[in-house]
């Protein structure tokens, strides 16, 4: 390796573990919550804290720039989400290390071609698939516990409850995310956000067809009046349905995706396993035009027949 990239690896290292040890952790962010809660000598501060300030980056000229790019705002939704105590800037600077250091691995093993740039690609997607796979988790668990909270909206109104407490109710008894959520509704309630839209907020940050369902149904019968508890019970009988029928076709489709996830990862993980038994075994694939074009042409009927397995096992409920 030259003197430069050896520059290189120690300034992001240093600059990973400086970000590491300087973010406070997560017992400390809640104990801060709890302080700033109980101080509260104003009314002037009570009203400025209804305000929901997102922060991009505790770099403020990098925030106020991440504030009005439009790919920031949807990656913060996607953190948001998967619930993820991470900025953009922290999200893009993680990406940024795992890529620079999959890049100089990879041209180190692989110094011809673009393909040589492929692991920098690989390690520097690991945030974002980690981030889909906890947004993907958490929109399971809303879909899976949203019949529960419909019937207990329905109990709650059978008793003489209004929606907005019962609203409240759910947040209260359900867990995440439906019991943050709505809480999170109620609140915009609270503070005089209009019936209609606090709910139609909820269905941006989760668009789920399940919810989207029940919301779509409250807003309807709003304005076109009749019986919501006799209508929340059909819903959740509905809703019910089509859990018991996504979980279905997930058995039905789990050998079909492990042997997806098993084709894809077993010929990197046969190279990587040869070069670090056997250094170098592999060059010749990269050192003549025939082996190039024979790894070109794997790389796209892998991504084809990736396609075609997601094509397959996909079944829309």
Request: hydrophobic share 50%; aromatic share 8%; charged share 20%.
């Given at each position: 390796?030259?003197?430069?990239?050896?520059?290189?690896?120690?300034?992001?290292?240093?600059?990973?573990?400086?970000?590491?040890?300087?973010?406070?952790?997560?017992?400390?962010?809640?104990?801060?919550?709890?302080?700033?809660?109980?101080?509260r000598p104003t009314t002037e501060e009570i009203e400025?804290?209804?305000?929901?300030?997102?922060?991009?980056?505790?770099?403020?000229?990098?925030?106020?720039?991440?504030?009005?790019?439009?790919?920031?705002?949807?990656?913060?939704?996607?953190?948001e989400q998967a619930n993820l105590q991470w900025t953009?800037?922290?999200?893009?600077?993680?990406?940024?290390?795992?890529?620079?250091?999959?890049?100089?691995?990879?041209?180190w093993w692989i110094p011809l071609g673009i393909v040589?740039?492929?692991?920098?690609?690989?390690?520097?997607?690991?945030?974002?698939?980690?981030?889909?796979?906890?947004?993907?988790?958490?929109?399971?668990?809303?879909?899976?516990?949203?019949?529960?909270?419909?019937?207990?909206?329905?109990?709650?109104?059978?008793?003489?409850?209004?929606?907005?407490?019962?609203?409240?109710?759910?947040?209260?008894?359900?867990?995440?995310?439906?019991?943050?959520?709505?809480?999170?509704?109620?609140?915009?309630?609270?503070?005089?956000?209009?019936?209609?839209?606090?709910?139609?907020?909820?269905?941006?940050?989760?668009?789920?067809?399940?919810?989207?369902?029940?919301?779509?149904?409250?807003?309807?019968?709003?304005?076109?009046?009749?019986?919501?508890?006799?209508?929340?019970?059909?819903?959740?009988?509905?809703?019910?349905?089509?859990?018991?029928?996504?979980?279905?076709?997930?058995?039905?489709?789990?050998?079909?995706?492990?042997?997806?996830?098993?084709?894809?990862?077993?010929?990197?993980?046969?190279?990587?396993?040869?070069?670090?038994?056997?250094?170098?075994?592999?060059?010749?694939?990269?050192?003549?035009?025939?082996?190039?074009?024979?790894?070109?042409?794997?790389?796209?009927?892998?991504?084809?027949?990736?396609?075609?397995?997601?094509?397959?096992?996909?079944?829309?409920?």
């Amino acid at each position: 390796m030259s003197v430069i990239t050896i520059f290189v690896i120690l300034l992001v290292v240093a600059f990973a573990t400086a970000a590491y040890f300087i973010e406070p952790s997560e017992a400390e962010k809640r104990t801060r919550q709890r302080l700033a809660a109980l101080h509260r000598p104003t009314t002037e501060e009570i009203e400025e804290g209804i305000v929901r300030e997102v922060t991009f980056s505790r770099i403020s000229f990098i925030n106020r720039y991440l504030q009005h790019n439009k790919v920031a705002m949807h990656l913060h939704l996607m953190l948001e989400q998967a619930n993820l105590q991470w900025t953009v800037s922290r999200f893009v600077f993680y990406s940024a290390d795992l890529m620079i250091a999959g890049a100089i691995v990879g041209r180190w093993w692989i110094p011809l071609g673009i393909v040589g740039w492929f692991p920098g690609l690989l390690l520097g997607s690991v945030p974002l698939a980690w981030v889909l796979y906890k947004r993907s988790a958490r929109m399971n668990r809303l879909i899976m516990t949203l019949p529960d909270a419909v019937d207990l909206v329905s109990r709650a109104l059978r008793t003489g409850y209004a929606l907005p407490s019962a609203l409240v109710m759910v947040a209260d008894e359900m867990s995440d995310p439906l019991g943050p959520e709505f809480r999170r509704t109620a609140d915009e309630l609270n503070y005089g956000l209009p019936f209609r839209e606090a709910l139609l907020n909820m269905v941006r940050r989760f668009p789920v067809s399940d919810l989207n369902i029940l919301i779509t149904a409250i807003l309807v019968q709003k304005e076109t009046g009749g019986n919501l508890i006799e209508l929340l019970d059909k819903i959740a009988a509905v809703l019910r349905a089509r859990v018991h029928l996504q979980q279905k076709v997930k058995v039905h489709t789990a050998q079909g995706r492990l042997t997806a996830g098993i084709l894809v990862a077993l010929p990197f993980a046969l190279f990587v396993l040869l070069n670090l038994i056997k250094p170098g075994y592999t060059d010749p694939l990269f050192e003549s035009d025939f082996g190039r074009k024979i790894v070109y042409a794997a790389l796209a009927a892998m991504v084809l027949g990736i396609l075609m397995i997601r094509r397959i096992i996909k079944i829309e409920v």
